[in-house]
């Protein structure tokens, strides 16, 4: 690092701190040199303990995931299971491609016309869980790589990367420090920034940027355990106590209870927490201040708050890696040149990101809306309301700009949570039903011969790992 550089100043020593570092380092021009300041490792219940990532994503790209999964490191995550969620009814939820029409009409309308036409049919929800191709293959804890062919149900498919965080930071420290980075020592003076990203978590969202009464939760119980069941899933429980998640990695998990601490008491939190995994041995757990949240303007001058320090979800829901993964690529898209682009850079990045923030944390409140402690809940926002009215009123999805999720994810989520829509596209009136209804039962009928052949999450795991 010479004197001449524009140092870019990483301030913490978590999953964010050293992904921003090792990206940044290998995507600055020359003239540009990262800097860690204060790179202590974070507490547990500071990070997210599993990282759910993308295939081809920025944090799998800088740390070759591949083969930390062949180091059994973790696994594919297909989706999440709500358990018990409406009526004592499992809903399993999973991203997939878009499902063909028929004959120019959507699937979801056909067989909202079937429903409504016979009154002996089973309700809508049942009627479209066979179709959830994905949330299918997650539920029976099967696995198989997506396909090419168009014409196979496999190309429904869209796996995610679960990883051990504390594995996958340390690897990324190693590949930032070999790269360059430089950490700051004791007696260094003061360095004039070029930029600082904050990863770390500190204070509490506020105005616009708080979502302790849209999500209903401001404490969080983390614990790692070994044993118990490895499921390729995210497992998410409305207890009376909170929000309870578990994910898995080998040889154990990870699991968190999202709770209110003005409804609940740690004792009773750890308690609910222990009675919910069953016989699992408990390696490690932290009990911390973690209210949801979003910074409405992460990048602000020479300042870009990143990871925790920009946005949380509370451990355990799998969010906030995700969001992670979304800023690096943002922040790669953004990187400025020159001191007189930072503004518009900052700008760019900001709409980009909080608005795929506040997508997610729709959902998520859609979810919760839904669940046994719903009433508990500050009411949807504009764009929810827009959403579920959309869907209440005809069967439809709002598309909103930059929304992670399609259309049809957002109508098939609502479905299973049990809202119903009034009616369906006209156009569904001029299809043959019969016939329309035999069409789908052979696209069922293709997803259950998939299903059926597709091998255990386990036994895949184990031909990666033994080079199969």
């Not at 995507?27 to 599993?50: F, I, K």
């Not at 898995?248 to 222990?274: C, E, H, I, N, Q």
Request: proline letters at 6%; aromatic letters at 6%; a negative charge.
């Amino acid at each position: 690092m010479s004197g001449s550089d524009k140092v870019w100043v990483v301030r913490g020593g978590g999953l964010a701190a050293w992904a921003a570092a090792a990206l940044l380092v290998k995507t600055l021009p020359a003239g540009h040199s990262v800097l860690m300041e204060e790179a202590v490792s974070p507490a547990l219940g500071e990070e997210p303990e599993v990282v759910i990532a993308e295939p081809d994503g920025v944090l799998v790209q800088l740390s070759d995931g591949a083969d930390l999964l062949a180091l059994g490191h973790g696994g594919f995550f297909l989706g999440s299971l709500l358990q018990n969620w409406r009526e004592g009814r499992d809903i399993a939820i999973a991203e997939q491609e878009p499902l063909p029409g028929i004959d120019g009409v959507a699937l979801t309308d056909v067989v909202l016309r079937a429903t409504r036409q016979s009154p002996t049919v089973p309700d809508y929800a049942a009627l479209l869980a066979p179709l959830q191709f994905q949330a299918r293959v997650m539920a029976a804890g099967r696995y198989a790589h997506p396909s090419p062919d168009r014409q196979s149900p496999r190309s429904l498919l869209r796996p995610r990367l679960m990883l051990d965080a504390r594995v996958l930071t340390a690897r990324l420290r190693d590949i930032a420090l070999r790269a360059g980075v430089r950490e700051t020592p004791d007696d260094v003076r003061e360095v004039e920034a070029f930029m600082t990203l904050d990863t770390r978590a500190n204070g509490v969202f506020s105005g616009d940027g708080d979502w302790t009464g849209r999500l209903g939760y401001d404490r969080c119980l983390t614990l790692r355990y070994v044993g118990g069941d490895h499921t390729p899933r995210l497992d998410m429980a409305n207890l009376v106590e909170g929000l309870a998640n578990r994910s898995p990695l080998p040889g154990g998990g990870f699991a968190s209870l999202a709770y209110a601490a003005d409804r609940t008491t740690a004792d009773v939190a750890k308690a609910a927490l222990a009675a919910w995994l069953g016989g699992v041995d408990v390696a490690a757990q932290s009990d911390v201040a973690l209210p949801p949240g979003l910074d409405t303007h992460p990048w602000s001058g020479r300042r870009l708050a990143l990871g925790p320090a920009a946005a949380r979800f509370g451990d355990g829901l799998g969010l906030d890696s995700i969001l992670l993964e979304r800023q690096l690529t943002q922040l790669v898209a953004s990187l400025p040149g020159a001191s007189e682009q930072i503004s518009a850079c900052a700008e760019a990045y900001n709409e980009a990101v909080v608005r795929d923030i506040a997508h997610r944390a729709d959902r998520l409140h859609l979810i919760l809306l839904c669940g046994s402690q719903g009433q508990r809940l500050a009411p949807a926002g504009n764009n929810l309301a827009r959403r579920i009215a959309q869907f209440t009123s005809r069967n439809a999805g709002v598309g909103l700009d930059g929304d992670p999720y399609d259309a049809q994810h957002w109508i098939m989520l609502m479905a299973s949570l049990g809202l119903m829509p009034r009616r369906y596209d006209i156009q569904a009136d001029r299809l043959d039903i019969k016939s329309a209804m035999a069409s789908l039962g052979r696209m069922v009928m293709a997803f259950d011969q998939t299903l059926a052949a597709l091998p255990a999450h386990s036994q895949f795991i184990d031909r990666l790992r033994e080079g199969g």
